[in-house]
């Protein structure tokens, strides 16, 4: 029998406590996710294991609803900002929620179909990922980046068709701004 | 077809933008809930409208998972602390989290079996709601409790158990700190 219990979210470090999983996306991890793969191999050679970001998960099986936080570290591998890996779930039923703790980023969306929306991740914003919208977060601040999500326990990871194909937009530093560009790279299966 | 979007909360005030929907439950809309009735009847005869919480969704039929906020005033009724009605969900699968943005209180639960559990509300913690635990947020304080909650959409709120019969526990106020004692007007069916 599961029992209520008070989980303690850290709005600035993400800290989620008690946890029940947690696992650290590396620079090296994201190899083939970003646009410029050589920058990527190079500094993986020059700064070695750098985390990109952290994933703390509160789940219970017996639960419907999960949640937890993402920590996001900011950074560029050349102009493009850190980013997770991107997502669609597994159940095209399941959306999810997002809600900004701190720092400052974009949530990129894709529909099947192909149609693209950005929302802004600022403090006090609660971003809503409808059914079968794939998501991936951007970190374009200096800081950390920190949200707490909340998804179905059953909504399943997707990551494939992402990593195969990339998304249609990627985000970009032009002039210190974030910059939505066409992803040269995307390829249309 | 449903798209993404940047909805606002506001931890102080408990304002959603956009929201879907709204209500405000008064003091004349809980009789019977609280302990001391006559008390209650005074209030109401002399204060007239009072509200003891208001309720923001952000809800979309087609999504699986739904959000708002809880705005709870501070208050008693007597020693008794201004409280929501308190409730089990209709599917029996489905729990909640409460994620608690300002203020301070206390949420109590109950399983079917009779089990009470309590979990502080103070900001920075979600209280993971399992699955048909009743579930019913006190304000404890002297502010606003705001609080942001997740749940199925597909949930559905059963009202009518602890209204007939209230809840095992209640929580008054014992030389100014909350306090949980059996209720004596408890009726077991």
């Known amino acids: 029998m599961l029992f209520p219990e008070g989980v303690s979210v850290d709005g600035r470090t993400g800290e989620v406590s008690p946890a029940?999983?947690?696992?650290t996306k590396t620079l090296a991890d994201l190899r083939g996710f970003f646009r410029d793969s050589a920058k990527l191999d190079e500094m993986v050679a020059t700064q070695g294991e750098v985390p990109v970001y952290e994933v703390i998960g509160y789940r219970k099986a017996?639960?419907?609803?999960?949640?937890?936080?993402?920590?996001?570290?900011p950074g560029k591998v050349g102009d493009e900002y850190f980013m997770t890996r991107g997502h669609f779930h597994v159940r095209r039923d399941r959306g999810e929620v997002y809600y900004t703790q701190s720092g400052e980023g974009?949530?990129?969306l894709e529909s099947r179909d192909g149609d693209t929306r950005v929302v802004?991740?600022?403090p006090g914003i609660c971003a809503f990922i409808p059914p079968d919208w794939a998501h991936r977060s951007i970190n374009t601040g200096p800081e950390k980046l920190v949200f707490t999500w909340f998804c179905a326990t059953d909504a399943g990871h997707e990551y494939?068709?992402?990593q195969e194909r990339g998304m249609r937009k990627l985000v970009v530093d032009r002039g210190g701004e974030p910059f939505v560009a066409a992803n040269?790279?995307?390829?249309e299966r």
């Open 106 to 108: 974009l949530l990129l």
């Open 62 to 73: 017996e639960s419907d609803l999960s949640f937890g936080t993402t920590i996001m570290s």
């Open 20 to 23: 029940t999983d947690r696992y």
């Open 184 to 187: 040269p790279n995307f390829a």
């Open 160 to 162: 494939g068709e992402i």
């Open 120 to 122: 802004e991740m600022k």
